[in-house]
């Protein structure tokens, strides 16, 4: 939903109301049309940061519709489906299309929808405070989960089309329109338990759909604030930070930590390396030990104050070997 950053940054950060076309209830088929990015415009050769392995990149849109846009979190299966959903309520679903070298180079099977209330009303038609999704999930049966900033709240979407209800969510006051921006499942607590990260502090809860939620780790900012986490199937937890200067521009570190919250690995995208406002992160198991990372840009819809900002829809892909833990 924002750049991170202070005074001016944070306000150019908030989507500014930005409405391209309505949405409309029925789900569609669409088209998305992928340009490929270098890691390192500057040096085309570079294709890693430490232990990352750069596996791709491209810039999407699409001809079907205006509203690929506003990315605000994702999550990846290892057969290449995926879930994404906008800071204004879409639901963009499809598949990864990777090379035979495993490189991400496109997307297939794309649909988008849109979130409804219990009614079966489109978020969109009451506004920006009520249709700011932050963090998606889905539980094994199909239930969707969804996560709110602006009027703070946890929705879950049962499989089939049956209205929302209301889901557990940390029973904490929050810093408006700084608060849940993180989600992800936690299958090693419970099959109904999740986690949400809170953007400003860094704290985390557990929750069940069973039960209320309770505090666990808090996750070092290092100054700047999180917009996304991801749970590997060992537990270790993969987050995502950024900030955003007008001298500097963005910058993003994903952070691998243990379930203690203590840092394993990370990386950092910074000028001159492609960059911009990333907001969602998914982790992939892949066969030989190694993790995939999906990081997706939340363009803000390209515009503020009814200006262009260049920003685009970006989804990159890294790889990323685990350092070997000395004996002890």
Known sequence: MRFAGLGLALALAACAGVQVETPTNKTAAIVVDAEPILLDPADPARQSLGNFAYAGGIAITSRQTQRLHGLSDLKVWPDGRFLAASDQSDLFEGRIIRDR???????SDARMGTFKDDKGVSLFTFGQVEMDIEGIARFPNGDRLAVFEQRDRVLLYPRGGLPPRSAPMPQVKFEYNNAMEALALEPLVGSDAYRIGIESTGATFICRLSTACVPDIRLDLEGLALTGLDVL???????????????????????????????????????????????????VPLRDGRFRFYLLVDDNFGSYAGKPTGQRTLLMAFDWTPPETPSP
């Open 233 to 283: 199937p060992d537990g270790r937890i993969a987050y995502l930070l950024r900030d955003f200067d007008a001298r500097r521009g963005n910058t993003v570190r994903l952070k691998i930590a243990d379930r203690q919250g203590k840092v394993l690995d990370g990386m950092e995208l910074a000028r001159p390396l492609s960059v911009d406002n990333f907001e969602g992160v998914a982790a």
């Open 101 to 107: 070298a495993g490189r991400l180079i496109g997307i």
